[in-house]
Structure formats: C-alpha cells, structure tokens
C-alpha cells in the first residue's frame, strides 16, 4: 500500500527571469503487526509532502540570482520500530523466527509530526577584473516530534530473558522533539581566475537556537525541556594553481571556531529530572594539499592529503548532560582517472587511508539508562 507522486514544471516569464514549481507525495500504508492487539497490521504508516519554489533571475551580464523556498511535511506511525531481543547471544544475526513484520510494542503512542520550511538566496556578481562575489543566505526552522517503545517488547518478568519480543523487568518508552528551533547560515565568496591561476576565499557563518522536549511515557508529567544555542565561524582560502600544462597544484585551509552552550530545564518533570548545563568552545585548523597530473587527454592521476575536524558536541538527556570534545582526522589519497574508448568507457580507481582521532561516540546505557558522549581513544 505504497505511492509515490512526484512533479515539476518551468515558467519562463522573460529573457531574464523564470521560476521552477516541484511537488512530491508520498505515503505507505501500515504493514507491521503488533502481538499485543493481535493479529493484523498495526503501524508502520506515513504520509509525507515536500514543495519547492524557485525564482531565477539574470538582470544583467554582471549579476544574477537565484531565491528557493522549500517545505515538508511528515506524519506517521512509530518512526523507529523495536524489536526486543531479535539478536541472540554469541550468534550471527537475527535470532530463529525473527519477522520484521511482526512486532510486540506495549506502548501503543509512538507517532512522528514533523513540519519544516526554508528559504536559500543564491547571489553572483562578477566585477570587471575578472573576479567573482558569491552570497549564499538559507533559513530554516523545523518543529516536529517523534517517540517510540525503546525497549520494543511486552512487559515480563525473568522469564522474557532472550525470549523474542519480551522485555525483562522494565519498559522504556520516550519521545523528543524540536521547539522554537531556527537556523540560520550566510556565507560570502570572492573568487578569481586567470590563464594558470584559481583562487577563492571566504567568510561563513552558523547559528542556530532550539528548545528540544524529552518526554518520558511511562511516568506521567515527566519531561525535560532542552536548550542550546550555537554559533559557527570560519574563514577559508583555497589557490588552484597550473604549474603547466600537465601538473596542477591545489593548497586550501580553513579555520574554524565552535561555541555551544545547553541547559536543560526540570520546571514540569515533576522532581524525576535534574537540571543542567554545559558549555563547550573549540578553534581549529584544517588544511589540504593536493597535485594532479594529466598524463593525456584519456588519463589523469592524482594524489591528495587533507585534514578534518568535527567540533565539539553537546547531549542532554532528562538532565545528564555530557560532551565530546573535538574530533580530527588525517587522510590521503591517491588515484587516477581515465576516460577510454573515445568516452565509451570511463575507469576511476584510488586507494586511501585515514585516520581518526578522538572519534565522536555515543554510549547508551548504565545504571540510569542514559545517553552519554564521549571519545574513543
């Protein structure tokens, strides 16, 4: 019981200005049973609406332009499903009987909404020495919430230990969602070019604000209201550079500086949640450097090393709140690529390496059953 409708079309009001309209429904019908209402389809459903609206315009040689407005919309039934000891211990796989169109969820009020709409502006303006200004602006805000059974089986007692669809001892039924949420990005380019020579360089700036509610369904009244705000600069450069007509040299960087602050608030968790806050702030550096060789017009190698980062991150759960500092990782590659048999045939091949250190993970669990963040080493 799935469809799918997608459409678009192109209006051309002038020489110099058209807009684009597209469209896409979706929707599937419920195709999970659910043990504890017996047998039938229970859940699994969703319906889903997303639009696009574009204007493009080109006043001049020296300008142009391009404005989108997007939306989505989501609605359906248990966003993430749970399936209670589907793997056994010590095997591979799922465990014998194992059918992910049947399930036992004792929670019966696990749903998603999501609505989300936004907006981009695209802006060029090429300047007469041959160099170009590029503004790139988007807004977005999204307020949805979605919840589920956690542990995904039915309430029982020592005897649901490994058992397919049983939850030993305890259930464990939460939901989240985004409130007041909005973010906002701009970044600014100037670029140029000459016979041998690409270069660009640029600002870019992140902010973002949300309220997020964690509620907890097996303890009425019990709910948390999460708040972090971020901000997000950094400036970048990157010079293409031909030594001749066969060797290319690339060197870009990029600084970068993080900041994000999180409280969680216990106002209506009627005294089963701790407040909070954490604050975290990085800078950081990334570079890469990278040459290329056109052997012929068929065949061009390459060789590439670059670093990244993913700046520190915040997490707040019914008010343990946690962090992880920074991640970095070193890679290098190195390739060809070739196009043969006058472009009938094209043929990529590289072999690369990375690295990662202190890697961004998420341990759930303990003694709380709790969400916590850490690096690994």
């Known amino acids: 019981d799935s469809m799918s409708l997608e459409g678009a079309t192109n209006l051309f009001m002038s020489d110099t200005f058209s807009m684009r309209a597209s469209l896409l429904y979706q929707e599937r019908g419920d195709w999970i049973d659910n043990t504890v209402n017996g047998p039938g389809?229970?859940?699994?459903?969703?319906?889903?609406?997303?639009?696009?609206?574009?204007?493009?315009?080109?006043?001049?040689?020296?300008?142009?332009?391009?404005v989108k407005f997007h939306g989505f919309s989501q609605d359906g039934s248990h966003p993430n499903v749970f399936y209670a000891n589907a793997i056994a211990l010590g095997e591979d796989g799922v465990r014998s009987g194992f059918d992910e169109t049947?399930?036992?969820?004792?929670?019966?009020?696990?749903?998603?909404e999501l609505d989300h709409f936004g907006t981009a502006i695209n802006l060029e303006w090429t300047l007469p020495s041959d160099m170009t200004i590029t503004s790139i602006t988007g807004y977005d805000t999204v307020e949805n919430f979605q919840s589920a059974d956690v542990d995904g089986g039915l309430l029982s007692g020592p005897e649901g230990i490994g058992?397919?669809?049983?939850?030993?001892?305890?259930?464990?039924?939460?939901?989240?969602?985004?409130?007041?949420?909005?973010?906002?990005?701009?970044?600014?380019?100037?670029s140029g070019e000459s016979d041998r020579l690409f270069w660009q360089t640029g600002l870019y700036y992140f902010d973002e604000d949300f309220d997020l509610?964690?509620?907890?369904?097996?303890?009425?009244?019990?709910?948390?209201?999460?708040?972090?705000?971020?901000?997000?600069?950094?400036?970048?450069?990157?010079?293409?550079y031909?030594?001749?007509?066969?060797?290319?040299?690339?060197?870009?960087?990029?600084?970068?500086?993080?900041?994000?602050?999180?409280?969680?608030?216990?106002?209506?968790?009627?005294?089963?949640v701790l407040p909070g806050a954490i604050s975290v702030a990085d800078d950081f550096f990334n570079w890469d450097v990278a040459l290329s060789f056109d052997a012929s017009e068929e065949?061009?190698?390459?060789?590439?090393?670059?670093?990244?980062?993913?700046?520190?991150?915040?997490?707040?759960?019914?008010?343990?709140?946690?962090?992880?500092?920074?991640?970095?990782?070193?890679?290098?590659?190195?390739?060809?690529?070739?196009?043969?048999?006058?472009?009938?045939?094209?043929?990529?091949?590289?072999?690369?390496?990375?690295?990662?250190?202190?890697?961004?993970?998420?341990?759930?669990?303990?003694?709380?059953?709790?969400?916590?963040?850490?690096n690994a080493d």
């Open 242 to 272: 031909s030594l001749n007509d066969q060797w290319a040299l690339t060197v870009g960087g990029r600084w970068t500086d993080d900041e994000k602050d999180l409280t969680v608030d216990n106002a209506n968790a009627g005294g089963r």
């Open 299 to 374: 065949w061009n190698f390459y060789g590439r090393i670059a670093t990244g980062s993913r700046g520190p991150v915040t997490l707040g759960r019914f008010g343990f709140v946690s962090s992880a500092q920074t991640e970095d990782s070193l890679a290098g590659e190195l390739g060809f690529k070739a196009t043969l048999m006058e472009g009938r045939m094209r043929w990529n091949s590289a072999i690369y390496a990375f690295e990662n250190s202190d890697h961004q993970l998420t341990a759930t669990g303990g003694a709380a059953n709790v969400n916590q963040l850490l």
């Open 163 to 190: 058992v397919l669809g049983r939850q030993a001892f305890f259930n464990v039924a939460t939901g989240d969602g985004l409130q007041d949420h909005y973010q906002l990005t701009q970044e600014f380019r100037l």
């Open 213 to 240: 509610l964690n509620r907890d369904f097996l303890n009425p009244g019990a709910s948390a209201l999460v708040s972090q705000q971020t901000t997000s600069i950094a400036l970048f450069g990157q010079v293409e």
């Open 41 to 66: 389809d229970d859940f699994g459903a969703f319906e889903e609406f997303a639009w696009r609206l574009q204007f493009a315009f080109n006043p001049s040689d020296s300008f142009s332009g391009n």
């Open 102 to 112: 049947v399930a036992s969820h004792d929670n019966l009020v696990a749903d998603l």
